[in-house]
């Protein structure tokens, strides 16, 4: 039995048999119960499973649709309300994310981060728009708040962390969701009116490392394998989802919208660009990455938008970033360029001098491609893709040394094989 289980028996023996637990789907466990003394909805996913994904469902700007209609169009196993939205306009006001694409920006709070490579991270959102954070490694984020743990502590500064409204600092109905430390996903719904300290008191009894407090009061809602277990009472613009992998809802829709909106972005960047008005330049090339973060000219522009401003860190970011994706196309001529861009403003950058070196590898420029991997072997004696790099580095110089004695014994051989013998 896995510690969440018997976490679960403990919680289901201390309160006199409270607990109503179900499963609906491998890794995913939900149950009525008590903690921190507040009785509450509790689902526990297992992030390290490869058959379920944690995406955010965002409807069209200004737009708003009925939780029940969110649910059973998407079909998620779990689904709980998200990140907050203006309620006159119905555009989403908090950071979400999937596969590294922006949906929608905000703000204030913070966001919990699951990045592609499994690792998580709570990253604050405090007078910092969406568009200046890298989302290109997120698998899926959602930003809203106040923060309630960080780092396994309470951490309570929700006007620090921009939030105004005073219907938030009153008791209310709430969700929110947290991580733990083994990597466990925690969704949690209180439907009584709680205080924010009150929420916080039940994540941290809850074992959660990282938590955030979500869009609650009548947003509050929670479904569970096809069933609504709290049903808002106004619709949403968003939701958060916990999906079978197999039923990964599909983004054609949001990712057309942001595509277009990114080419409008980068357009207006171009011109602010040339012009010379560097802020709105900026801005302009942010919203553009983190819309459409699979174009290799968005990251390149806004790199020159970085450079020209005197922020030469987040240029050579913006760079290899443009440099991998024209890498990964095949486009080696223009992933090099950029990596021998980055390496004017970083000389001793490893990541560019091993692009470079690849590139010119597959530009069939051996000696070049040799002179970048040393220079990263001179900087980190042993490091393993300079050592792996220098061996394909080797046998490419060796299969061309051997074509050329093979190319000038060919006509060698053929004369002496038609010589007479005497």
Same mark, same amino acid.
């Given at each position: 039995m896995g510690r969440f289980g018997i976490f679960i028996l403990l919680?289901?023996?201390?309160?006199?048999?409270?607990?109503?637990?179900?499963?609906?789907?491998?890794?995913?466990?939900?149950?009525?119960?008590?903690?921190?003394?507040?009785?509450?909805?509790?689902?526990?996913?297992?992030?390290?499973?490869?058959? !379920?994904?944690? %995406?955010?469902?965002? $409807?069209? #700007?200004?737009?708003?649709?009925? &939780? /029940?209609? !969110?649910?059973? %169009?998407?079909?998620? $196993?779990? #689904?709980?309300?998200?990140?907050? &939205? /203006?309620t006159k306009t119905g555009i989403t006001v908090g950071n979400l994310v999937a596969q590294?694409?922006?949906?929608?920006?905000?703000?204030?709070?913070?966001?919990?981060?699951?990045?592609?490579?499994?690792?998580?991270?709570?990253?604050?959102?405090s007078r910092n728009l969406g568009r200046y954070q890298d989302w290109s490694q997120v698998e899926c984020a959602v930003g809203a708040g106040p923060t309630l743990i960080a780092s396994g502590n309470f951490f309570m500064d929700p006007r620090g962390e921009g939030f105004r409204d005073p219907s938030l600092f009153t008791p209310r109905p709430r969700s929110a969701i947290g991580v733990t430390e083994d990597g466990h996903l925690?969704?949690?719904?209180?439907?009584?009116?709680?205080?924010?300290?009150q929420l916080a008191k039940a994540?941290?009894?809850?074992?959660?490392?990282?938590?955030?407090?979500?869009?609650g009061g009548s947003s509050t809602g929670l479904s569970v394998g096809g069933?609504?277990?709290?049903?808002?009472?106004?619709?949403?613009?968003?939701?958060?989802?916990?999906?079978?992998?197999?039923?990964?809802?599909?983004?054609?829709?949001?990712?057309?919208?942001?595509?277009?909106?990114?080419?409008?972005?980068?357009?207006?960047?171009?011109?602010?660009?040339?012009?010379?008005?560097?802020?709105?330049?900026?801005?302009?090339?942010?919203q553009a990455v983190s819309k459409a973060p699979e174009q290799a000219a968005f990251w390149r522009a806004a790199g020159e938008a970085e450079l020209k401003l005197g922020y030469p860190e987040q240029a050579v970011r913006d760079l290899h970033q443009a440099s991998q994706i024209y890498f990964r196309r095949g486009d080696y001529a223009s992933a090099l360029e950029l990596a021998n861009k980055?390496?004017?403003?970083?000389?001793?950058d490893k990541a560019a001098h091993l692009m470079a070196g690849e590139c010119e590898l597959e530009l069939n420029r051996e000696d070049r491609a040799d002179?970048?991997?040393?220079?990263?072997?001179?900087?980190?004696?042993?490091?393993?893709?300079?050592?792996?790099?220098?061996?394909?580095?080797?046998?490419?110089?060796?299969?061309?040394?051997?074509?050329?004695?093979?190319?000038?014994?060919?006509?060698?051989?053929?004369?002496?094989?038609?010589?007479?013998?005497?």
């Open positions: 919680l289901f023996s201390l309160f006199g048999g409270q607990a109503a637990l179900a499963k609906p789907h491998e890794g995913v466990t939900y149950v009525k119960t008590v903690a921190g003394g507040l009785p509450l909805h509790l689902v526990d996913v297992d992030l390290s499973r490869s058959d !379920l994904v944690i %995406r955010p469902v965002v $409807v069209p #700007a200004g737009h708003r649709e009925s &939780f /029940d209609a !969110l649910t059973s %169009r998407h079909r998620p $196993v779990v #689904a709980v309300n998200g990140t907050f &939205f /203006d590294g694409r922006l949906l929608s920006e905000g703000m204030t709070g913070s966001n919990l981060v699951l990045e592609k490579d499994g690792s998580v991270k709570l990253l604050s959102s925690r969704v949690v719904v209180v439907t009584k009116p709680v205080t924010l300290w994540m941290k009894a809850l074992h959660c490392y990282h938590a955030i407090n979500l869009d069933s609504t277990m709290v049903r808002p009472s106004r619709k949403l613009t968003n939701i958060v989802g916990v999906f079978a992998s197999h039923m990964e809802p599909q983004l054609d829709r949001a990712v057309g919208v942001a595509q277009r909106r990114a080419m409008a972005h980068y357009q207006k960047g171009l011109r602010y660009l040339s012009s010379g008005h560097l802020r709105l330049a900026r801005s302009q090339m942010r980055v390496l004017e403003i970083q000389p001793h002179g970048h991997v040393r220079a990263v072997l001179q900087m980190a004696p042993g490091h393993p893709k300079a050592v792996a790099l220098l061996k394909n580095v080797k046998a490419r110089q060796k299969e061309r040394a051997q074509a050329l004695v093979d190319l000038f014994a060919g006509p060698y051989n053929f004369l002496t094989s038609t010589l007479p013998i005497e």
